[in-house]
């Protein structure tokens, strides 16, 4: 029915966000947030490798790649002109970046088409490196550019216009979800918004690591779900496929 079909919108994603929300939010459960981020990060990065390769989904590979770049690079701080302009640099190439993987087909990860989106990622790592050594001031005052009135961004130490990228990138994903609602794409939504919280987030602890955590975490368990629901259920018919029928026989 309808509700079924507004509850279909929301999960699994919502409450795998709200569970980050409060974990990195409720007093209570920071010492289980402190534990947590030594091991959550890397096993999302192994379970998305893995699931990655094993169901040949290569954009997976990508934005969780992309993910964990951004938390290296984020994570040093802001202290240095060179760390200010990784910051600013990587909290705008990071949503234009998720929202070209996420609409872009799948092409496989070590195919030619693969190899030139790896290559794609890695001149921009460059660029960002030689402009970080050359002019790391200037660099980030393009990047600092002021769009509207100082005020309206006051809440989050992105700058402007990587909140114009995150805004602009979720704005095209909605709509390409909108027009396809079973496409994957909607977990690139959900994603970008986790991203978002994590480099937004200013409060002391774990809070940043677990939100780009979550942001992969989000993607891994939409392959494992589709994967469910290529078995189980037909993809013409929405009916359940044989193997859901063997399993309901016994």
Known sequence: GP?????????PEAPILLGAALL????????AAVGLVAVYPYTVLAAALLLGWRFNRSRLVFAV??????????????A???????FHAATFLLPLNLALVALLPERG????????RWTLIAVQVIVVAFLARSFPAQATAVLRTRL????????????????????????????AWLREPQSPVRAYAYALLAAFLGLTWTAAGPGP???LATAGLVLVVTVVEASYLMAYRDGLTELPARRALNEALP
């Open 209 to 211: 690591e677990i939100w």
């Open 80 to 86: 240095s002109p060179e760390q200010r302009f990784f």
């Open 3 to 11: 509700m079924k079909r507004i509850l279909s919108l929301f999960v």
């Open 24 to 31: 990195v939010s409720l007093p209570a459960l920071h010492a």
């Open 148 to 175: 509207a009135p100082a005020v309206l961004t006051a809440w989050t130490p992105l700058a402007q216009p990587a909140v114009v990228a995150f805004l602009a990138a979720g704005a095209v994903l909605v709509v």
């Open 65 to 78: 790649a992309l993910l964990a770049l951004t938390q290296y690079v984020t994570g040093g701080g802001v």
């Open 109 to 116: 990860t070590v195919t030619p088409a693969g190899l030139v």
